[in-house]
């Protein structure tokens, strides 16, 4: 079974292939930036301590639905990614969880195994190891999980598999969706902890300034 890679994550042991897909509106105008259009995105990695190790760019009118990437760069990024041996996947784009959830898929099926995150993923991740005090810890969690939510459905859908390969789908009630469900109560529980949390030390803190 091809586990689906997305896990608790340590990104200052990884190594990683930038992929960025360059369209005729998002385009830079800066000449340093169509001289190293990734240079902001390994900037980032290097910030979350992410070691890069290669690099893929695709000029596209449009993105691909499914991918994002073209199907041909899809295969070249597999391709990448087992001859660098790379341990993860930097999109400067931001992706659907639909998205992720099928590349991954074509990339695992060409052995091509991976944690995939986009860039926003890759700023809460810097934002997270960088907030020192407990009211910016809260917001970086909140943040975090906000993110995260609307991707479950993509981070399971392997679980879906175990009842004899059919994908986690509207009608089904595999292990795969089970999950889902508990994974959604469970981040909107801790959400809601969080933000009353965060409220507390907000007010605390109006009361101090108040205070003084």
Do not use: C
């Amino acid at each position: 079974m091809n586990i689906n890679p997305r896990e608790e994550m340590n990104l200052r042991a990884e190594s990683a292939v930038l992929v960025a897909v360059r369209l005729p509106q998002g385009r830079a105008t800066a000449p340093s930036d169509h001289e190293d259009p990734l240079a902001e995105l390994r900037a980032l990695a290097e910030s979350a301590g992410v070691r890069t190790v290669g690099e893929l760019i695709q000029n596209r009118e449009k993105p691909r639905g499914k991918t994002y990437l073209g199907k041909g760069k899809v295969d070249e990024l597999a391709q990448l990614v087992k001859e660098l041996k790379a341990t993860l996947i930097v999109f400067d784009n931001e992706l659907s969880p639909s998205q992720i959830q099928e590349l991954e898929k074509e990339l695992g099926s060409q052995g091509a195994s991976a944690k995939l995150i986009d860039r926003s993923e890759l700023i809460l991740d810097i934002f997270a190891h960088r907030a020192s005090t407990r009211q910016a810890q809260l917001q970086v969690e909140i943040a975090q999980l906000e993110y995260t939510a609307p991707r479950l459905r993509a981070m399971w859908s392997h679980l879906g598999q175990v009842t004899g390969g059919s994908p986690v789908g509207v009608g089904t009630r595999g292990p795969g969706e089970q999950q889902l469900e508990i994974d959604r109560r469970l981040v909107q529980k801790r959400l809601l902890a969080l933000q009353r949390e965060l409220a507390e030390v907000q007010a605390r803190k109006r009361r101090e300034v108040q205070e003084r």
